[in-house]
């Protein structure tokens, strides 16, 4: 008997030439405090981490990083382009991460509305084919729309993120049709990127069948983000390895369990 | 006159330098590790080992980032 537990460590995740375990990504912001963070990343089990680039702040005594409370040797670091609303400043964003001399993966974001948050689907794919040709592994942001994906995929991004709802909302999974279509038609591997609030959503999430999920603020902003990354992790895993068993057809009527024979007259 | 000083814009805010200062130089006087940032001079990278020979201008813009918390 394979147990699901076997099932999901058989098979670790590809992403851009690269091999993780870990099918449950997180990020670095929000957090009350850096040692929370460190221990919630901990129990998370995530290898890849988002990390965002902003200006050193040079008023403060010591101008500290992430890379501080973060050892960028035990963690995989994937650098974002959050806040970025034009291509232009996504690619701009991207070449300074490029810089920072760790890998060439990115997170690509390109917001085109403040409110909530959605991508600019039109800038996302200008910046992604720019950066592509700039020999970045790119992992696209993007909302579960199939023909976007479809074209992020053509573009040669690493990876394609479908929204389970808008970023730090915890409204859950909204389109679960629409996100298992996109898994269903790529070849790339699909990360469900936002939206997630708590470990039923990464559980039911993981259940369409996706490659992983990348989250932050559900973690973040739990009353207690160490067992809430232990829980994610869990359901993380409870959900690949449903996925992978296969579930039973869903049926309108019931069916008995037990057998009708030998009922007592 | 050899401690006359230009304005350039750091990170969106002037600051007066030594004329003639490097980016090294910069990153120095602001007590910065040069491993620690990544420099962006007039909207182009300057890699590491080359910020000792770029020399700021009047009016330069120089932007010093670094990786933060972020989803």
């Not at chain 1, 537990?5 to 405090?33: C, Q, W």
Request: glycine content about 8%.
């Amino acid at each position: 008997m394979t147990t699901a537990v076997e099932l999901v460590r058989n098979a670790p995740l590809a992403i851009g030439g690269r091999t993780f375990h870990s099918r449950l990504m997180v990020g670095t912001g929000k957090y009350r405090d850096n040692d929370t963070m460190r221990r919630a990343i901990e129990a998370s089990g995530a290898e890849i981490v988002t990390v965002a680039v902003r200006r050193v702040d040079l008023d403060r005594t010591k101008a500290e990083g992430i890379l501080y409370h973060l050892d960028p040797k035990r963690y995989f670091l994937l650098a974002n382009t959050a806040g970025c609303s034009t291509p232009e400043d996504a690619v701009r964003y991207a070449r300074l991460a490029r810089e920072a001399g760790f890998n060439e993966f990115v997170k690509l974001e390109v917001i085109g509305d403040q409110e909530t948050l959605l991508p600019d689907v039109q800038g996302l794919l200008e910046a992604a084919e720019a950066l592509v040709k700039e020999g970045f592994q790119i992992l696209a942001y993007t909302n579960e729309d199939l023909i976007t994906a479809l074209r992020l995929e053509d573009a040669g991004c690493a990876a394609v993120m479908p929204l389970a709802s808008p970023i730090g909302s915890g409204l859950g999974l909204l389109n679960p049709y629409h996100v298992r279509l996109i898994k269903r038609r790529l070849r790339v591997p699909v990360i469900v990127d936002a939206g997630v609030g708590t470990a039923s959503d990464a559980c039911v999430t993981m259940e369409q069948g996706v490659d992983g999920i990348l989250m932050n603020t559900a973690l973040a902003a739990a009353r207690d983000p160490v067992a809430m990354a232990q829980a994610m992790r869990l359901a993380v895993e409870a959900g690949r390895g449903a996925y992978l068993a296969g579930r039973m057809p869903k049926r309108e009527v019931a069916v008995p369990s037990s057998p009708l024979e030998g009922m007592l007259d | 006159m050899k401690d006359e000083t230009i304005d350039i814009t750091v990170n969106g805010k002037q600051r007066a330098v030594p004329r003639d200062a490097s980016l090294l130089e910069l990153l120095q006087s602001l007590e910065l590790d040069p491993r620690a940032v990544v420099v962006e001079h007039n909207r182009a990278i300057v890699r590491r080992p080359a910020l000792g020979r770029v020399k700021v201008a009047a009016g330069d813009a120089v932007e010093l980032v670094h990786f933060v918390g972020g989803g």
